[in-house]
């Protein structure tokens, strides 16, 4: 298995993996929004409430998993799907480390800081591949004499 099949490879189960855990959050605060918000550390008050977080925190992670599922199977928009993996990791990841030293909860935060940077690494990490993989591809190819 030559490198560029590891790097497409290595994308598209990144990106799988990625949009697997969006859609169980997702489905999650759809499906119980209730259970779903007491497990984060907040509560629903109200019918708007539940309404608003099955759209909002529910939707949001579902719309990501369907894009990423949709890049999965066009290799041009792997580089594009690790994109937007990396940028959507890197800004939960800020904001969650900035909520948890603003707060005082990086222990307690610690359980969701540590899989969030993994997939910001990894993401990274296949951006990186990934675009080494195009400009490989990019060169003429060399005749040996």
């Known amino acids: 298995m030559n490198s560029s099949t590891v790097s497409l490879w290595l994308?598209?189960?990144t990106i799988f993996a990625v949009a697997v855990l969006f859609t169980m959050i997702g489905l999650r605060f759809v499906l119980d929004p209730m259970?779903?918000?007491?497990?984060?550390g907040f509560v629903l008050q109200t019918?708007?409430?539940y309404t608003n977080a099955r759209a909002g925190i529910g939707g949001f992670p579902l719309s990501l998993a369907a894009i990423l599922a949709f890049s999965l199977f066009s290799a041009h928009r792997l580089l594009p799907a690790l994109g937007l993996v990396a940028t959507v990791a890197a800004v939960l990841l800020v904001?969650?480390?900035y909520g948890a030293l603003?707060?005082?909860t990086l222990t307690q935060s610690m359980h969701i800081i540590v899989p969030e940077?993994?997939?910001?690494a990894l993401?990274?990490?296949g951006v990186h591949l990934e675009r080494r993989r195009r400009l490989r591809?990019?060169?003429p190819c060399e005749t040996p004499r």
Do not use: K
Request: net charge positive; charged share 15%; proline share 0%.
């Open 47 to 49: 019918a708007v409430g």
């Open 137 to 139: 591809a990019m060169r």
């Open 11 to 13: 994308a598209r189960l």
């Open 35 to 40: 259970h779903a918000a007491a497990g984060a």
């Open 123 to 125: 993401s990274l990490m």
């Open 102 to 104: 603003h707060d005082g």
């Open 95 to 97: 904001l969650r480390l």
């Open 117 to 120: 940077l993994a997939i910001a």
